[in-house]
């Protein structure tokens, strides 16, 4: 399976970041303070060793706010019916708020506390008033320490000064530059059926992302490697574009690039973004790499990648 070459030195920077920070994040929820971990980058890995190192023997729960499938509800249901182990469950999740509200305002919860690690704390179905104001209850809790992460600059402003006071938030900066892979590859993520719904040129009902996924897993190692090769040359494309346009010094000839961008964006409105791969420099570099024997075989793998709608075929 393709790897990129950065993924090491991302995955090396990762240790280093998380020995640095992770005892200060103990130190801060141990003194009173919620931590919320910001920056670009997939954050999971960091909350999995915080949970693996810090938290043996404590009660915790692990809350994938990327979900589509979460909710305020269920985050309560499972703090009620698993951490505390209650037998008469409320049936009203105002009640069972309180209930919790009130098991771990008590004195003698000092001794099992209660670490509640949400990752995208700003995810689709926590990005409402409500779940956040919820939220922002629970952390105001004496022994329930809300560890965090968020991906969205914009998620403050649903707060009112009340929560951002029971938040009592301490921001860490932990830009990890690793991609969103499970974040993003989550099938019933809604965001991502929407975009994916919008790309559907069949307009065919069904779940598109899963049905992606599907494909993907279905594919040999070689198609896989093949349609890399296409992405890779479509990203060089853009960045040869983008160097173009700002390589000009004078304001003449920067005017002529900006013009003849975009009279190559409306010749190319058809296909939607920049040249395409031909097919023969395709063909050489999967000869190279020894990915497909001849043309044919390599044109009846792309038809394929059309009729999926991974690529599409231009003149």
């Known amino acids: 399976m393709y790897r990129h070459p950065s993924i090491d030195f991302l995955e090396n920077n990762l240790m280093e970041l998380s020995d640095k920070l992770l005892p200060n994040v103990r130190a801060h929820l141990e003194s009173g303070f919620n931590v919320i971990l910001y920056g670009v980058g997939s954050k999971i890995r960091l909350l999995q060793k915080f949970r693996a190192d810090y938290l043996k023997g404590y009660d915790s729960l692990s809350v994938a706010g990327y ?28 009640t ?18 209660l670490y509640l690690l949400i990752n995208c704390i700003d995810g689709l179905n926590l990005r409402s008033a409500i779940a956040q ?24 402003i649903l ?12 921001w860490e900066e932990c830009t990890t530059l690793l991609p969103y892979k499970e974040e993003a590859s989550f099938a019933n993520s809604r965001l991502l059926q929407r975009v994916l719904r919008d790309c559907n040129e069949s307009g065919k009902s069904g779940d598109p992302l899963s049905g992606l996924c599907h494909i993907w897993a279905s594919i040999t190692q070689n198609a896989r ?4 090769l296409v992405v890779e040359y479509q990203l060089e494309e853009i960045k040869g574009i983008e160097a173009a346009a700002a ?30 791969m031909p097919l023969e420099e395709l063909y050489w570099r999967c000869r190279d790499a020894f990915l497909a024997t001849s043309e044919v075989a390599l044109r009846a793998q792309l038809t394929e990648f059309k009729d999926h709608k991974f690529i599409k075929f231009a003149k």
């Open 67 to 94: 979900s589509s499938s979460i909710s305020i509800r269920k985050i309560l249901n499972t703090i009620v019916e698993d951490i505390l182990g209650l037998e008469k469950v409320p049936l009203n999740a105002a």
């Open 96 to 113: 069972r708020l309180y209930t919790i509200i009130e098991c771990f305002s008590r004195d003698s919860a000092a001794e099992s506390p």
């Open 133 to 156: 104001s919820v939220l922002a209850q629970l952390a105001s809790v004496p022994h329930i320490h809300l560890l965090a992460t968020m991906d969205n600059p914009n998620l403050p």
């Open 159 to 170: 707060w009112s000064q009340t929560e951002v006071s029971q938040f009592n938030w301490v």
């Open 225 to 228: 490697d093949i349609f890399r």
């Open 247 to 276: 390589a000009p010094s004078s304001k003449s000839q920067k005017n002529k690039v900006k013009e003849k961008a975009k009279r190559g964006r409306d010749d190319d409105a058809a296909t939607s973004g920049p040249k395409g």
